[in-house]
């Protein structure tokens, strides 16, 4: 797939598909999608403090099929416990790509966003939106509740970086033109 980037007459324009680790980092980035290591640790805890208390059983009385059998059930919940959450977010992510092109021109105060095979054609004003996420790979704008707009950072035209960077963090602030009308 052929990705433009380029900025014409101060408007910044880039063509690009999300790939999966941009998915993940705007669910990450927008709370959707959260690393619950403590929680996985506690519950390792008990499903390791159960085997111990199953297999002590074991060795006192052999011949109960039952301590086997629970035994099992605890060593299938450790397992449970740390490969199912990554299971879900690998096929969350999944879903969300779909090789779609996105097209956006960003100017201050505006973002157009258009999603051909999708019939999308949207352009947003920057001061009606919350403000911008960011992290070392992409700017993610939430305009609507449920709707996230990622923004790449290495599919932004080359030098175009610090002026994307100053043009989104006014997000979310009225422009000098709506404070000045009566």
Not at 71 to 96: D, E, F, H, N
Not at 127 to 142: Q, S, T
């Amino acid at each position: 797939m052929e990705e433009s980037k380029e900025i014409v007459n101060g408007v910044i324009q880039a063509d690009y598909a999300l790939e999966a680790g941009d998915i993940k980092s705007a669910l990450h980035l927008s709370g959707r999608l959260k690393d619950r290591v403590g929680l996985h640790v506690f519950q390792s805890c008990l499903a390791l403090l159960g085997l111990a208390i199953f297999i002590s059983s074991i060795f006192a009385n052999p011949a109960n099929v039952l301590n086997y059998v629970l035994a099992a059930a605890c060593l299938i919940l450790l397992g449970t416990v740390w490969l199912y959450p990554y299971m879900v977010q690998r096929q969350a992510v999944k879903s969300a790509v779909d090789g779609k092109t996105i097209h956006i021109e960003l100017e201050p105060g505006r973002l157009r966003v258009a999603i051909p095979d999708k019939g999308m054609d949207d352009t947003f004003s920057l001061g009606d939106m919350p403000p911008v996420k960011k992290n070392d790979d992409i700017f993610l704008l939430e305009p609507e509740a449920g709707i996230m707009l990622i923004i790449p950072i290495r599919r932004l035209p080359e030098g175009s970086l610090p002026a994307a960077a100053a043009i989104l963090e006014k997000a979310g602030q009225e422009t000098e033109e709506e404070t000045e009308q009566p």
